[in-house]
T-cell receptor, first 110, second 115 residues
Framework: KQEVTQIPAALSVPEGENLVLNCSFTDSAIYNLQWFRQDPGKGLTSLLLIQSSQREQTSGRLNASLDKSSGRSTLYIAASQPGDSATYLCAVNGANNLFFGTGTRLTVIP | GAVVSQHPSWVICKSGTSVKIECRSLDFQATTMFWYRQFPKQSLMLMATSNEGSKATYEQGVEKDKFLINHASLTLSTLTVTSAHPEDSSFYIC???????????FGDGTRLSIL
C-alpha cells in the first residue's frame, strides 16, 4: 500500500524567506502527484499537479518537482508571505485513489 | 469551473442521531465521487468511492452499514452517518471527477461534532 510522508511536520519562517517542503512516497507507480493547501477547518485548494511524466510544475511563487524513481517531490515557495501560512498536503494518485501525506504546517512570521 | 459544493459545512448533534451530508457538482457531471475523513492533526483518509448508479466501494475498516453512501445522480452524492457517536466526530470531505477525468475536485468539507 502506498505510504506518503511529509517532512517537516511543522515549519516557521520569517516573511520573505524561500522555503522547501518535502514529500516522499513508497510506490513509484503513480499517475500524478498533487500539492494542496488547507487552511484551518477548511477544505483543500489544489496548488499544483504534476503528471508522472513531468519533472516540475510552476505557478507564481510556487514550484513543485517530482522524482518518481526516488519517490520524492518538493514544493518550493519563494519570497514567503504571512498569507502563505497554512497546512500543505502532498497527495499521490494511484489509479484514481489519492493517498495523502500528513502535511506540513507552515507559519510565516511577519 | 469544476466546483463542488458540500452541505452542511458544520453540524452538531446528539449521540444516536443520523446525519446526512450532501456533495454536489455544480457545473459538471461527476461520474465518480469520493468521500474522505480527516481526524484532528491527521491527513485525509479515503472512506469510499462511489460511481453514479452503483454501490459504493468502501475502504478496509470502514463500516458500510454505518456510513451509507448514495450516488443516484450525476451531480449528487450523499453520505449518511447512521446512529452517530462521539468517535464519529471528524471532518468529512468529498471530491468528484469530471466525467472520470483527473484531477479530483474537492468540496469545502463538513465538520461533524457529535455530543
Amino acid at each position: 500500500k502506498q505510504e506518503v510522508t511529509q517532512i517537516p511536520a511543522a515549519l516557521s519562517v520569517p516573511e520573505g524567506e524561500n522555503l522547501v517542503l518535502n514529500c516522499s512516497f513508497t510506490d513509484s507507480a503513480i499517475y500524478n502527484l498533487q500539492w494542496f493547501r488547507q487552511d484551518p477547518g477548511k477544505g483543500l485548494t489544489s496548488l499544483l499537479l504534476i503528471q508522472s511524466s513531468q519533472r516540475e510544475q510552476t505557478s507564481g511563487r510556487l514550484n513543485a518537482s517530482l522524482d518518481k524513481s526516488s519517490g520524492r517531490s518538493t514544493l518550493y515557495i519563494a519570497a514567503s508571505q504571512p498569507g502563505d501560512s497554512a497546512t500543505y498536503l502532498c497527495a499521490v494518485n494511484g489509479a484514481n485513489n489519492l493517498f495523502f501525506g500528513t502535511g506540513t504546517r507552515l507559519t510565516v512570521i511577519p | 469551473g469544476a466546483v463542488v459544493s458540500q452541505h452542511p459545512s458544520w453540524v452538531i448533534c446528539k449521540s444516536g442521531t443520523s446525519v446526512k451530508i450532501e456533495c454536489r457538482s455544480l457545473d459538471f457531471q461527476a461520474t465518480t465521487m469520493f468521500w474522505y475523513r480527516q481526524f484532528p492533526k491527521q491527513s485525509l483518509m479515503l472512506m469510499a468511492t462511489s460511481n453514479e448508479g452503483s454501490k459504493a466501494t468502501y475502504e478496509q475498516g470502514v463500516e458500510k452499514d454505518k456510513f451509507l453512501i448514495n450516488h443516484a445522480s450525476l451531480t449528487l452524492s450523499t453520505l449518511t452517518v447512521t446512529s452517530a457517536h462521539p468517535e464519529d466526530s471528524s471532518f468529512y470531505i468529498c471530491s468528484a471527477l469530471d466525467r472520470g477525468e483527473q484531477p479530483q475536485h474537492f468540496g469545502d468539507g463538513t465538520r461533524l461534532s457529535i455530543l
